[in-house]
């Protein structure tokens, strides 16, 4: 596979993000506390 390949792109797009989230603590709490609060919503309400 060459590296401009579409899927490693991707691939290290998404490795960087997981990078942001695991450093940025709040930010994880709170994606993951909205995440769990929609959930909630669509099996709850």
Do not use: E, G, I
Not at 8 to 27: E, R, T
């Amino acid at each position: 596979m060459k590296a401009d390949h579409p899927a490693l792109k991707y691939q290290h797009n998404a490795d960087q993000m997981v990078m942001v989230a695991k450093n940025d603590y709040s930010f994880f709490r709170r994606f993951h506390s909205t995440q769990k609060q929609r959930l909630q919503n669509v099996y709850f309400t």
